[in-house]
């Protein structure tokens, strides 16, 4: 019963390196999507994707890239770390066909990532 | 510009009482609203859900409220228990098959014994 498999769930990077934090799914769904949480505002929606080969931009995707090659996988790439981009990230996915009674997304544990 | 929010960063209540967590928004295209609960160090888990053709969908002790005109929604806990305490989020999706959701800053439920 893994749900939504984030890895790693700590992460120091320095400023200017560049990382993949992981997000995996096993079940089927196809939405997936990445938030940052930082304190006083709430979960941001950096990226999304409505399924394989889709992806569009959310609320702050700026420093960000994402892929979704299968349906399982959605990597969020940080393609040179800033001190701004310490959050705690969180992916998340849903079934498209998800009845109103159960509109919500799975979330992962987190991924609480540092930049030095 | 914040589509969703939460004014109220913390609510402190007693045990058994009423507590009402509040939300507003400024997009009259949202067609669902979420509200979610996060304890700390987990992810945040789906409580309720609301269409924006309802006004109101209970769920046990929860229950929330839509005021489309005023744009604001409300979660009702009846009785609150202790094990209620944690950051609540309120979140709201697009018409149409979108899978974009949009969440508010949260407010921090203190449910005293």
């Known amino acids: 019963n893994a749900g939504v498999t984030q890895t790693p769930k700590f992460q120091v990077l320095k400023t200017g390196q560049s990382m993949t934090l992981q997000c995996a799914q096993d079940?089927?769904?196809?939405?997936m999507s990445w938030y940052r949480q930082d304190p006083g505002m709430g979960l941001r929606l950096i990226h999304y994707?409505?399924?394989?080969?889709?992806?569009d931009q959310g609320e702050v995707p700026n420093g960000y890239n994402v892929s979704r090659s299968t349906t399982e996988d959605f990597p969020l790439r940080l393609l040179s770390a800033a001190p701004s981009q310490t959050s705690v990230y969180f992916c998340a996915s849903r079934s498209s066909g998800a009845l109103p009674t159960n509109y919500g997304y799975t979330f992962g544990s987190g991924t609480r990532l540092t930049v030095v | 510009d914040q589509q969703v929010k939460q004014n109220s960063p913390s609510l402190s209540v007693q045990e058994g009482r009423i507590s009402i967590l509040n939300c507003d928004y400024t997009n009259s295209m949202f067609d669902y609203f979420l509200w979610y609960k996060k304890y700390p160090a987990e992810g945040p888990t789906f409580l309720i859900s609301?269409?924006?053709?309802?006004d109101k969908n209970e769920d046990g002790r929860f229950t929330v409220f839509l005021n489309k005109s005023a744009k604001h929604l409300s979660l009702h806990i009846v009785p609150s228990q202790p094990g209620d305490s944690a950051v609540y989020f309120c979140a709201a999706s697009f018409s149409g098959n979108t899978g974009k959701l949009i969440f508010g800053q949260g407010t921090t439920l203190q449910v005293k014994p």
């Open positions: 079940m089927n769904h196809e939405y």
């Open positions: 609301i269409s924006s053709i309802k």
């Open positions: 994707s409505v399924g394989a080969g889709i992806t």
